[in-house]
């Protein structure tokens, strides 16, 4: 059993009179089944994206709570102490299954992350809170802080440049600061109230907002180049291919062709929006508030309408344009969306705020920060990766009727198919050493092939 639950479970014990722990039961599965957490006759009914190896039913809870406390065989405080043991064990639970894709986690900043960014390599995360005055760097494999770099205030934005060569910070009332990378020297700072920015692709201009409007600055030495009078700007960004740029004001969007300068695309989103981001082709514009809305940028046609956050707070396109990302608060606090149809892929439901969020270059993993102060990496269940040191060895009986396939050094509680000449898919979760095992039997004799995420292995 998970040690969160273990710890739970014993605390839980620890308040529960014998007569009542007798009839405590703990069940441990491994079968594919919905979790139950029985409090009030399954209060919670536990989706199937979050089954896993860890299957609790506490029976009689409901029954023995309402005829001890009316018989007063248990004073009220101990049912209260009770009471919240479950809740944390529940919480505790949904945590194990929810973090089953998580690589690294760390508490670089100790306050709540609102700026996230992946430098362009993907070897770098770059992290800043609202509460304190510097931003953490971290190494993208392993998430250990390699060092920090001092600003006048918070940080609201942050963005590598696209060579890789500065990062770039921006927060309320404090300006735009620039570093140079490795050594994190500070090289100009641009006054600016509003706290965003963008970086142009190919990494000559920095627009921001400024008065009415939206300033340019050369990125090599931070000059001013040139102002548009759009109005008031309170975020932008530049479209991947840089021909576009948007802009933001309330609960409109704007896109603007960078070349003269003409708005070409007004966008209306109903509520206040609170995140922006362009496709990988450019072709589509993500707008966030209380949900989120796809636009095409060709002719400004809603192409779809997300729902599934109490509010969203920050989205990100995969780098090949089939995936959105966006954290938000609550009810999840985290979703992976399928744009080919609109389906999500996966939730988590952490009870936090997510903040920032950013894909990985590659597609494979994406970053993002909780209201918490954490900073997570976590694997794109989509991406059919295993990992890169993974291994696969398969085995067959002497006639070849029994197939068995042994996955190590994956990622830890993650979620793998394993395809038996390319049908029969059978979708197991590594353990906690990234292992899994799979056997076919009843197969036809002979030499067969088995495939789980980028492997491949076959047997005589």
Same mark, same amino acid.
């Given at each position: 059993?998970?040690?969160?639950?273990?710890?739970?479970?014993?605390?839980?014990?620890?308040?529960?009179?014998?007569?009542?722990?007798?009839?405590?039961?703990?069940?441990?599965?491994?079968?594919?089944?919905?979790?139950?957490?029985?409090?009030?006759?399954?209060?919670?009914?536990?989706?199937?994206?979050?089954?896993?190896?860890?299957?609790?039913?506490?029976?009689?809870?409901?029954?023995?709570?309402?005829?001890?406390?009316?018989?007063?065989?248990?004073?009220?405080?101990?049912?209260?102490?009770?009471?919240?043991?479950?809740?944390?064990?529940?919480?505790?639970?949904?945590?194990?299954?929810?973090?089953?894709?998580?690589?690294?986690?760390?508490?670089?900043?100790?306050?709540?992350?609102?700026?996230?960014?992946?430098?362009?390599?993907?070897?770098?995360?770059?992290?800043?809170?609202?509460?304190?005055?510097?931003?953490?760097?971290?190494?993208?494999?392993?998430?250990?802080?390699?060092?920090?770099?001092?600003?006048?205030?918070?940080?609201?934005?942050?963005?590598?440049?696209?060579?890789?060569?500065?990062?770039?910070?921006?927060?309320?009332?404090?300006?735009?600061?620039?570093?140079?990378?490795?050594?994190?020297?500070?090289?100009?700072?641009?006054?600016?109230?509003?706290?965003?920015?963008?970086?142009?692709?190919?990494?000559?201009?920095?627009?921001?907002?400024?008065?009415?409007?939206?300033?340019?600055?050369?990125?090599?030495?931070?000059?001013?180049?040139?102002?548009?009078?759009? &109005?008031?700007?309170?975020? !932008?960004?530049?479209?991947? /291919? $840089? @021909? =576009? #740029? *948007? %802009?933001?004001? +309330?609960?409109?969007?704007?896109?603007?062709?960078?070349?003269?300068?003409?708005?070409?695309?007004?966008?209306?989103?109903?509520?206040?929006?609170?995140?922006?981001?362009?496709?990988?082709?450019?072709?589509?514009?993500?707008?966030? &508030?209380?949900?989120?809305? !796809?636009?095409?940028?060709? /002719? $400004? @046609? =809603? #192409? *779809? %309408?997300?729902? +599934?956050?109490?509010?969203?707070?920050?989205?990100?396109?995969?780098?090949?344009?089939?995936?959105?990302?966006?954290?938000?608060?609550?009810?999840?606090?985290?979703?992976?969306?399928?744009?080919?149809?609109?389906?999500?892929?996966?939730?988590?439901?952490?009870?936090?705020?997510?903040?920032?969020?950013?894909?990985?270059?590659?597609?494979?993993?994406?970053?993002?920060?909780?209201?918490?102060?954490?900073?997570?990496?976590?694997?794109?269940?989509?991406?059919?990766?295993?990992?890169?040191?993974?291994?696969?060895?398969?085995?067959?009986?002497?006639?070849?009727?029994?197939?068995?396939?042994?996955?190590?050094?994956?990622?830890?509680?993650?979620?793998?198919?394993?395809?038996?000449?390319?049908?029969?898919?059978?979708?197991?979760?590594?353990?906690?050493?990234?292992?899994?095992?799979?056997?076919?039997?009843?197969?036809?004799?002979?030499?067969?092939?088995?495939?789980?995420?980028?492997?491949?292995?076959?047997?005589?």
């Amino acid at each position: 059993m998970n040690p969160a639950l273990q710890w739970v479970f014993s605390l839980f014990r620890s308040f529960v009179p014998p007569a009542i722990d007798s009839q405590l039961a703990i069940r441990v599965d491994t079968v594919a089944a919905d979790i139950r957490f029985s409090l009030m006759r399954s209060l919670v009914a536990w989706p199937p994206e979050r089954r896993g190896r860890d299957f609790v039913v506490l029976r009689g809870v409901t029954h023995m709570f309402r005829t001890n406390r009316q018989e007063r065989r248990i004073p009220v405080a101990r049912l209260i102490i009770m009471a919240a043991a479950c809740g944390c064990a529940m919480s505790a639970l949904a945590w194990a299954q929810g973090n089953r894709e998580v690589i690294w986690k760390a508490d670089a900043l100790g306050q709540p992350v609102v700026a996230l960014d992946i430098s362009p390599d993907g070897t770098l995360v770059a992290a800043g809170s609202i509460r304190r005055r510097h931003l953490a760097l971290l190494r993208m494999e392993d998430g250990a802080q390699l060092g920090r770099f001092r600003m006048g205030g918070n940080a609201r934005v942050l963005q590598f440049s696209p060579d890789g060569a500065l990062l770039a910070a921006a927060g309320s009332f404090v300006g735009i600061t620039v570093w140079r990378l490795p050594d994190r020297v500070p090289i100009y700072t641009i006054p600016a109230a509003a706290g965003s920015f963008s970086i142009s692709p190919d990494g000559e201009l920095l627009a921001a907002p400024g008065g009415d409007g939206v300033n340019f600055y050369r990125v090599s030495d931070g000059s001013l180049v040139g102002t548009w009078n759009t &109005g008031s700007v309170t975020s !932008l960004t530049y479209s991947p /291919d $840089g @021909a =576009l #740029l *948007a %802009t933001v004001t +309330g609960a409109s969007a704007k896109v603007w062709r960078v070349s003269d300068g003409v708005l070409l695309r007004t966008l209306s989103h109903g509520n206040a929006i609170t995140a922006i981001a362009f496709s990988p082709d450019s072709l589509v514009l993500g707008t966030a &508030g209380r949900e989120v809305k !796809l636009w095409g940028v060709a /002719d $400004g @046609a =809603l #192409l *779809a %309408t997300l729902r +599934g956050h109490f509010s969203t707070n920050c989205l990100s396109f995969s780098p090949d344009g089939q995936y959105l990302v966006t954290g938000g608060r609550l009810d999840p606090d985290l979703i992976l969306w399928n744009l080919e149809d609109g389906s999500r892929v996966r939730t988590s439901d952490r009870e936090r705020t997510v903040n920032s969020i950013q894909f990985a270059p590659d597609g494979k993993a994406f970053a993002f920060g909780h209201a918490n102060g954490n900073i997570f990496l976590a694997r794109n269940p989509a991406s059919g990766d295993c990992k890169p040191v993974a291994d696969l060895s398969v085995t067959c009986n002497d006639d070849g009727t029994e197939v068995t396939a042994e996955l190590k050094q994956a990622y830890r509680n993650s979620i793998v198919t394993f395809t038996l000449d390319g049908d029969n898919p059978m979708e197991v979760m590594t353990d906690p050493d990234g292992r899994a095992t799979v056997t076919y039997t009843g197969v036809a004799p002979g030499a067969h092939r088995v495939n789980v995420c980028h492997l491949q292995d076959e047997c005589p």
